[in-house]
């Protein structure tokens, strides 16, 4: 089953061709028209899509994504060896919704829209969010081990083969916890204009009962499955059986490609690396933790419940 409809590969050779015309440009510039192709295309997508996965990267979007297409592979008797891939499942079964994966940051570049989120007016959003603390983490794991050196670049992360410690990175405003914060109270913003076409997961509530977070999510966007199908896609997705696909050879493909770590003999640079609640604690010192903590609780809209009341 093909992950991309021929209208998508030719939005991805179109903006390859592009770039590569425009080669004589500094390199800021080329990385703007990048961002502003690639949020054109994901906008076009935006438009046809049934609804939409909104979350900040590191969040758990891989194990709801894996989920979400294991359900939709039972409920609508699919091939099972790739993952959901915006219409590609819609392409084989037009009772398939078509769902976009978006993180927002393209498309705004491309609508000039930085300050709202009047974009996804009318849409069904469903959005995923994680202690911000712990997705600065996972953030950094993900940037030193797996991230290609063009993705940070065009990102804004930290360059390639730089050296930067873990606290400096959850705490730097372009990468760390004051963005993923600043993300967040965008969306918390937009929440009276989005009323009933916004669902807010959480993280941590998925990882103590997917099963509840998942029915939420299917009687939501008006595809309601049976306690079986919930169950064996959570069973599925579940965090032991992910990590032995991901070290193996027969998980699910994205993109075209099988997810697999960045080095097998490093567990962090594993896609599923540790998936705990909390676990930002285990990588400062009291003083750091007490920094770390601010960020949010003296900065986040409560209505995430990652603040202490």
Known sequence: MPDMSYREMGAVASRHLALATLFFLPQEKRIALERRLRGREEYRKLQAADWVLMS????????????LSRFYQLRFNLPTDHMLEFDNYNRL?????????????????????????????????????????????SQYFQWRYRMLPRKKLLNDYPPHGTEVDVFDFVSNEQCGIPRIVDYFNGWAAAM?????DLLLIRYEDMRSDPAAIMRKVFDFTGTPGSAGEIAAAVEYAAYDNM?????GKDGMRAS?????????????????????????????????LQAVDAMVEQHLDPVFGYCRT
């Open 192 to 196: 009276p204009m989005l009323g009933d």
């Open 256 to 288: 075209g490609q099988r997810v697999k770590p960045g080095d097998e003999n490093n567990p962090d640079s594993f896609k599923v690396r540790r998936g705990k609640v909390g676990g930002y604690r285990d990588y400062f010192t009291d003083e750091q």
């Open 243 to 247: 990590k032995k696909r991901e070290a």
């Open 56 to 67: 900040w990267g590191k969040s758990g979007r891989t194990w709801f994504r894996v989920m």
């Open 93 to 137: 079964n037009p009772a398939a919704p078509k769902v976009l994966f978006s993180h927002n940051n393209y498309m705004r570049d491309y609508l000039r829209n930085w300050d709202n989120l009047e974009h996804f007016r009318g849409k069904q959003v469903v959005l995923l969010v994680r202690d911000p603390r712990d997705v600065a983490v």
